[in-house]
């Protein structure tokens, strides 16, 4: 029987999906240096969202929700100089995405409410599992529609990642 709660969880896990399909199919019509190019030192390069959406899913889910301990180091995600390549990048968000969904897949609905801290500071207080998900899956899809963007704007066409368009 569907549960809100099982609903959210196969919900947020769909997304997640979703937005691991799109970043795919962008990220295979890119080269090593279009994966790593910024346009100044304040943009990041779509290997470094990959970096850091790799980070974020890993504290704020496998930590914070799973309860796996936080190697996060949130600075290197930024690194101005290439620090692997963008298939390197890639295959560890995928990586870890793949274990986030199976985390997932097993929190109970009981779970959901109990509160999690996976990044203390002043500004981030804790919150509850639910909203941990939550948060990183509208995370996730925020930086997925940035390398959207910039894949559409480093092949110079759309990308059809929805319904074909007629034009």
């Known amino acids: 029987m569907q549960t809100i709660p099982s609903d959210f969880l196969a919900f947020s896990i769909t997304q997640l999906r979703l937005a691991e399909t799109q970043i795919q199919r962008c990220v295979a019509q890119l080269s090593e240096d279009q994966l790593w190019h910024r346009g100044g030192d304040h ?12 980070g974020n899913m890993r504290q704020w889910i496998l930590h ?36 986030v969904c199976n985390a997932l897949a097993g929190v ?40 959207i963007l910039l894949t559409k704007q480093f092949v110079a066409r759309d990308l059809d990642l929805t319904l074909p368009r007629k034009r």
């Open 43 to 54: 943009e990041n390069s779509i290997a470094n969202l990959l970096l850091h959406l790799e």
């Open 108 to 147: 109970t609905d009981d779970q959901l409410l109990r509160l999690t801290d996976p990044q203390p500071r002043p500004n981030i207080p804790p919150c509850t599992m639910l909203g941990a998900i939550y948060r990183v899956v509208c995370h996730v899809h925020h930086h997925s529609g940035q390398i």
């Open 64 to 99: 914070g929700v799973a309860g796996q301990p936080d190697v996060r180091v949130r600075d290197e995600e930024f690194a101005l100089a290439p620090t692997m390549s963008g298939a390197q990048a890639h295959a560890t968000f995928t990586a870890t995405l793949a274990e």
